[in-house]
């Protein structure tokens, strides 16, 4: 039996049970046990590689760390409208970025420091179809000195060039790090010379990183894509380029009906109408901006383009009166209201065993409530925890449109 023989037959099997028995003679059972726990990640993360028996993968924190299939064709679609033919990797890493980017590219570079990631890469991209690439086992800052010490070449291939950088968010110690400047390489001390010898610099930043403080440390910024999948913030991406003429947010959520949403990066001061205590009534519409929006801070302009009035200056609900097809937000009808009035209260959720806590701008958290209340998580009622704009403290029953 070979390797991927063996592979093949215990691929949907729990590796740390397999690791627990005898393997064949001749079988490297780490190598296996590795391309085993790696299948079982990509299944959901990297649908399109899990089908490739031919891919290896790599160790399991290099999984954890790589883009998901989604997010990295995302990235694709961005390369292509950039009008990018060659593309430099600087932090290959398992390279899934990289290979869906590459595809239409006359030319890509990947650089690695890693020897074992690079072997991985020079098995998977022939697999995937992938040609015109050059693998270089490297740190990006001694590729970036050997690449841009023909400077003529380097300027000639500008415009053309697209430059692509996750850097490492953990330290030495391995312990995960957010700020630009405490991650592997450090941008803000490469970027001057990346945006020379490149028109457009792409940067895959942590979905926990403070975005104000990003746009004061980076420069020329084209674009801030904020990434979500299935309602959770994944990535940032920031586009730099010197070119840039007037800045824009993205906002996606992708696998999701939700249509993107751009605005532009002023828009971050812009302030929405405030909806008086009374429009919060039964038949009213309650959206609640998905987690790219809330993220990208744009929430006011989002509210202004739709039309609708905000619930409280700090809630970030808004208020409607009709249905909105494929808005980027989740929407409720409002059923009924209380406020917190012991009585009232009582009468307001006598009939209520179960229901979908939420709270907004409102002084307690969702366990907290739920025990006081004395309910149940799920079923298909919704309750809002939160503050009208007279500062009124309300719980708001809904029903959610799909």
């Known amino acids: 039996m070979t390797n991927e023989e063996f592979i093949k037959q215990h691929r949907n099997e729990s590796p740390l049970s397999l690791a627990l028995k005898k393997a064949p003679k001749g079988i490297d059972l780490q190598w296996c046990l590795r391309q085993i726990e790696g299948y079982n990640i990509a299944r959901n993360k990297l649908p399109e590689w899990s089908e490739n028996e031919n891919i290896w993968f790599p160790p399991k924190l290099s999984m954890e760390q790589c883009s998901s299939e989604a997010t990295a064709k995302y990235k694709q679609a961005i390369a292509e409208r950039l009008g990018s033919r060659m593309l430099i990797d600087l932090t290959g890493g398992f390279g899934i970025d990289f290979s869906y980017m590459a595809k239409n590219m006359e030319a890509a570079y990947y650089v690695e420091q890693q020897e074992v990631l690079c072997n991985i890469a020079k098995h998977n991209f022939p697999q995937t179809g992938l040609q015109n690439t050059k693998i270089s086992n490297t740190t990006c800052e001694e590729f970036w000195e050997r690449y841009t010490a023909d400077a003529t070449t380097a300027k000639t291939n500008r415009e053309e060039c697209l430059i692509y950088l996750d850097p490492a968010r953990r330290n030495d110690k391995g312990e995960k790090v957010f700020s630009i400047s405490d991650c592997t390489p450090d941008v803000t001390c490469l970027q001057d010379s990346l945006l020379e010898y490149s028109a457009h610099v792409m940067l895959k930043l942590s979905p926990m990183l403070d975005i104000v403080q990003a746009r004061r440390l980076l420069k020329d910024i084209a674009e801030i894509h904020v990434i979500s999948v299935k309602g959770e913030c994944k990535e940032l991406l920031f586009v730099m380029s010197k070119e840039a003429d007037k800045p824009q947010y993205y906002c996606v959520n992708l696998e999701t009906r939700d249509v993107p949403f751009t605005s532009p990066l002023s828009a971050i001061t812009e302030q929405a109408d405030i909806a008086s205590p009374d429009e919060a009534t039964e038949g009213t519409i309650i959206f609640e901006p998905n987690a790219s929006i809330l993220k990208a801070g744009v929430q006011n302009a989002f509210a202004k383009q739709y039309n609708l009035k905000k619930l409280h200056p700090m809630s970030n609900l808004f208020l409607g009166h009709e249905p909105i097809e ?57 309750l809002f925890a939160t503050t009208l704009s007279d500062d009124t403290h309300v719980l708001i029953r809904c029903k959610k449109i799909n």
């Open 326 to 382: 494929s808005i980027p937000a989740r929407q409720f009808v409002i059923e009924r209201t209380s406020d917190f009035q012991k009585a009232n209260l009582k009468s307001f959720m006598q009939d209520i065993k179960q229901a979908n806590m939420t709270i907004r701008n409102f002084p307690s958290t969702v366990d907290d409530l739920k025990k006081r209340l004395k309910i149940k998580d799920g079923g298909n009622i919704y």
